[in-house]
């Protein structure tokens, strides 16, 4: 009888080694490490973005509003989206979570809803928004602001690194600028 030899061919690697494996983990983690504080502060900053640019279209509206009914339109400052949260007309006011847009029949730049028309309720993201003339502003039938001087939309990070800016002039234009803020001007901000 005949035996048959068989040659025996090298089997094809399949998988990692351990070390491989380890290389590999430690670089994703190295570029983890490195991606998600850049890919965070993407986030906050398109959030921010989202904020102005909705701010913007707020202010914008309640002008349009303003000089189409030829009555005093108000936004101000609220916390549960129903009522407004104060009535200061001068200091720097709390964060806005919410605005509510309205036509003032009293003037009163605080919205009573057996007497105001809403007009607006938004929701404005999760980032704090101040502004500097109190809990409200109101335009007045030509297009103008009432108040003493002009006042501004501080929008900032949840870090608090950078703050876009809507400057409102007593004319009714917005002006947008970005900076970055201080420390000082940190610690100022509720």
Known sequence: MKQSTVLSRPIAQRGLTLWELMISLALLVVLYS???????QMLQHARQGAAVEQMQGLLALARIEAVTRRQQVSLCRSLDGEFCAG?????LSGNWPYALLFVDIERSRV????RDRLLRVATLPDIPVSWNRGDSLSYQPDGTVSGGSNGTFRIRT??????ESLVISLAGRVRRE??????DELALEP
Do not use: H, K
Request: charged letters at 30%; aromatic letters at 8%; proline letters at 11%.
């Open 111 to 114: 919205f009573d809803p057996e």
């Open 34 to 40: 490195v991606a998600l504080p850049a890919f965070s």
């Open 87 to 91: 009535e200061a007309r001068v200091g």
């Open 158 to 163: 949840a870090r608090g690194d950078r703050v």
């Open 178 to 183: 970005r900076s970055q803020m201080t420390p």
